[in-house]
């Protein structure tokens, strides 16, 4: 029988707790679930790619089927090297169905064979984004409950003098 591979591309610059739901929800869907971190010289990151990636194997640990990767170019061309066809992408909103509309179209273009599955978190991270969670670190907030905890250990090395830290880890001080 014929493994179904699905690659889940993103800059997860940290991975967020939104972003676990998705990966948890496609591994009950898919043999198996590459987590693809973006590797693009034109953005500017605040973690690097080894970074993110660590965060996201520490994070994804025991979850079956799922492996974490690095990626650059054209998620297509990534898609083929895996031998894969299944792209997932999330929304949280009806706001992101514009832009990730366009993205399935032309990768479809670009590849007849790519399928874009659509997973909606859970209503608890509709409104998370990698982003918020940064500007809210930066400010001092906790973020133990936006992200999992090897994120909020880097956020809180990253952004010194924050509250970033788990609180859990606080506590048994």
Same mark, same amino acid.
């Given at each position: 029988?014929?493994?179904? %591979?699905?690659?889940?591309?993103?800059?997860? /610059?940290?991975?967020?707790?939104?972003? !676990?739901?998705?990966?948890?929800?496609?591994? $009950?869907?898919?043999?198996?679930?590459?987590v693809a971190? *973006?590797?693009?010289?034109?953005?500017? #990151? %605040? #973690?690097?790619? =080894?970074?993110?990636?660590?965060?996201?194997?520490? =994070?994804?640990?025991?979850?079956?089927?799922?492996?974490?990767?690095?990626?650059?170019?054209?998620?297509? /061309?990534? !898609?083929?090297?895996?031998?894969?066809?299944? !792209?997932?992408?999330? !929304?949280?909103?009806?706001?992101?169905?514009?832009?990730?509309?366009?993205?399935?179209?032309?990768?479809?273009?670009?590849?007849?064979?790519?399928?874009?599955? #659509?997973?909606?978190? /859970?209503?608890?991270?509709?409104?998370?984004?990698?982003?918020?969670?940064?500007?809210?670190?930066?400010?001092?907030?906790?973020? /133990?409950?936006?992200?999992?905890?090897?994120?909020?250990?880097?956020?809180a090395r990253?952004?010194?003098?924050?509250? *970033?830290?788990?609180? $859990?880890?606080?506590?048994?001080?």
């Open positions: 029988m014929m493994q179904r %591979t699905a690659v889940y591309p993103g800059s997860f /610059d940290p991975v967020t707790r939104g972003h !676990l739901d998705i990966i948890q929800r496609a591994s $009950r869907l898919f043999d198996r679930v590459i971190a *973006a590797e693009n010289p034109a953005k500017q #990151f %605040t #973690f690097s790619v =080894s970074e993110r990636l660590r965060m996201l194997e520490q =994070s994804v640990r025991g979850l079956p089927g799922v492996e974490v990767d690095a990626m650059g170019g054209l998620i297509v /061309d990534y !898609l083929k090297a895996k031998n894969a066809y299944i !792209l997932i992408r999330g !929304l949280r909103a009806v706001s992101d169905l514009d832009y990730e509309f366009q993205m399935a179209s032309i990768n479809r273009r670009l590849y007849p064979k790519v399928e874009t599955v #659509f997973l909606m978190p /859970d209503e608890r991270y509709t409104y998370l984004s990698s982003s918020i969670v940064k500007t809210v670190a930066r400010f001092g907030a906790q973020v /133990d409950e936006l992200v999992p905890p090897p994120a909020c250990r880097a956020l990253r952004f010194r003098g924050g509250r *970033a830290e788990n609180s $859990r880890a606080r506590r048994k001080r």
